[in-house]
């Protein structure tokens, strides 16, 4: 076994990285074009006239990032309660059919019960928040020890309740600037490196500190660079970090990293980053994946105009992205079928063990 496992250290499987590819984004792309067109024909929000062309995009967004929230819900709880169906594509077909409605109903309640377009991303970013806060950077730790459906009645529960707290406070909101962080930290596994030894739900804190000092790095950063605005201070005035720019270029930014973060390192099983030895393997590969977000935005904002008729219509196809490179590896385990290791890893996916 060890023989075998010490072959795999730093794979170029080009085959995989390619299916996956192909798989996350053809289907953003496809999805992205029937969702747009969906949306502006029967919106969800209350929009009429102009302001459907205004505002398709949000529908877009709130949409398809909360079909993800219920995915990768389902994802952390094993499943449940589609878990019985024993075929992986059977039951992740179910799985994106089912996280599609409630996502379609999740957006719909907020202008039906809620608070209207401008509870869209406090509830976004908050349910966000306490999905990567107890499940991916917690490990379940309030309810590991559950069978599957109780971790679904108790998480909806907890959730529920302090979203409601949040929201319903002077905080507002828990802005999700840290998600893009999330992301190439769990996929690189350099957030595991960093944390390796430490128990729950200490690792959670840590994880989600460093994430907001990582925010807070690329705030002073992007002002420098003129994309973002520290006088600024939406939603709520507990946050003083500020917002981005009248031009939107770090937004998109930020949504083409949700689209890239954690598809590309996964299909890719962080060829060739592997071949260097943590945490510098690990940091080298964030770094790389943040700079080519830049890149790519960059590139697409000049398709405004020849290809997307407008800003709002580019960022619905940059955040699809989010959705598709969640579920195809978490939900179909594109990416995700064969173990490797890193090097000076021990154990495939695991940094526990050492020193």
């Given at each position: 076994m060890t023989a075998t496992i010490s072959q795999s250290v730093a794979p170029l499987r080009v085959s995989e990285a390619v299916r996956g590819f192909l798989w996350i984004y053809g289907l953003s792309i496809v999805s992205c074009f029937l969702v747009n067109h969906w949306v502006i024909a029967n919106p969800i929000g209350p929009w009429t006239g102009e302001d459907i062309e205004k505002s398709f995009w949000l529908d877009n967004v709130s949409w398809q990032i909360f079909s993800a929230w219920w995915a990768c819900f389902f994802v952390v709880c094993s499943f449940w309660p589609f878990n019985f169906i024993e075929n992986k594509n059977i039951r992740g077909t179910t799985v994106v059919i089912a996280s599609w409605i409630l996502g379609w109903w999740s957006a719909k309640l907020i202008f039906l019960i809620g608070p209207g377009a401008d509870g869209i991303f406090p509830l976004v970013g908050t349910t966000w928040f306490l999905l990567a806060f107890f499940c991916f950077a917690g490990g379940n730790f309030l309810v590991s020890k559950f069978p599957p459906h109780r971790q679904v009645y108790i998480y909806l529960l907890l959730f529920t309740g302090l979203t409601f707290l949040i929201t319903h406070s002077a905080v507002k909101w828990v802005p999700a600037w840290w998600f893009p962080f999330l992301l190439v930290g769990l996929s690189t596994g350099t957030l595991t490196f960093l944390t390796r030894g430490l128990g729950q739900p200490a690792r959670a804190?840590?994880?989600?500190?460093?994430?907001?000092?990582?925010?807070?790095?690329?705030?002073?950063?992007?002002?420098?660079?003129?994309?973002?605005?520290?006088?600024?201070?939406?939603?709520?005035?507990?946050?003083?970090?500020?917002?981005?720019?009248?031009?939107?270029?770090?937004?998109?930014?930020?949504?083409?990293?949700?689209?890239?973060?954690?598809?590309?390192?996964?299909?890719?099983?962080?060829?060739?980053?592997?071949m260097i030895s943590m945490p510098l393997g690990g940091l080298l590969a964030c770094l790389t994946y943040l700079v080519l977000d830049v890149i790519v935005a960059g590139l697409l904002v000049k398709l405004v105009g020849p290809v997307f008729s407008s800003m709002q219509e580019l960022l619905t196809y940059a955040y699809m992205g989010v959705n598709w490179s969640l579920v195809i590896p978490l939900v179909f385990g594109i990416g995700l079928q064969q173990p490797y290791l890193w090097k000076g890893q021990k154990t495939p996916g695991e940094w526990d063990d050492v020193a």
């Amino acid at each position: 076994m060890t023989a075998t496992i010490s072959q795999s250290v730093a794979p170029l499987r080009v085959s995989e990285a390619v299916r996956g590819f192909l798989w996350i984004y053809g289907l953003s792309i496809v999805s992205c074009f029937l969702v747009n067109h969906w949306v502006i024909a029967n919106p969800i929000g209350p929009w009429t006239g102009e302001d459907i062309e205004k505002s398709f995009w949000l529908d877009n967004v709130s949409w398809q990032i909360f079909s993800a929230w219920w995915a990768c819900f389902f994802v952390v709880c094993s499943f449940w309660p589609f878990n019985f169906i024993e075929n992986k594509n059977i039951r992740g077909t179910t799985v994106v059919i089912a996280s599609w409605i409630l996502g379609w109903w999740s957006a719909k309640l907020i202008f039906l019960i809620g608070p209207g377009a401008d509870g869209i991303f406090p509830l976004v970013g908050t349910t966000w928040f306490l999905l990567a806060f107890f499940c991916f950077a917690g490990g379940n730790f309030l309810v590991s020890k559950f069978p599957p459906h109780r971790q679904v009645y108790i998480y909806l529960l907890l959730f529920t309740g302090l979203t409601f707290l949040i929201t319903h406070s002077a905080v507002k909101w828990v802005p999700a600037w840290w998600f893009p962080f999330l992301l190439v930290g769990l996929s690189t596994g350099t957030l595991t490196f960093l944390t390796r030894g430490l128990g729950q739900p200490a690792r959670a804190i840590v994880i989600m500190a460093i994430l907001f000092a990582a925010a807070c790095l690329c705030f002073q950063i992007s002002a420098l660079a003129g994309f973002w605005d520290f006088s600024k201070s939406p939603i709520s005035s507990f946050w003083t970090m500020g917002h981005f720019t009248d031009d939107s270029f770090w937004l998109l930014c930020f949504m083409t990293a949700t689209s890239i973060n954690y598809a590309m390192p996964i299909i890719t099983h962080n060829w060739p980053f592997t071949m260097i030895s943590m945490p510098l393997g690990g940091l080298l590969a964030c770094l790389t994946y943040l700079v080519l977000d830049v890149i790519v935005a960059g590139l697409l904002v000049k398709l405004v105009g020849p290809v997307f008729s407008s800003m709002q219509e580019l960022l619905t196809y940059a955040y699809m992205g989010v959705n598709w490179s969640l579920v195809i590896p978490l939900v179909f385990g594109i990416g995700l079928q064969q173990p490797y290791l890193w090097k000076g890893q021990k154990t495939p996916g695991e940094w526990d063990d050492v020193a």
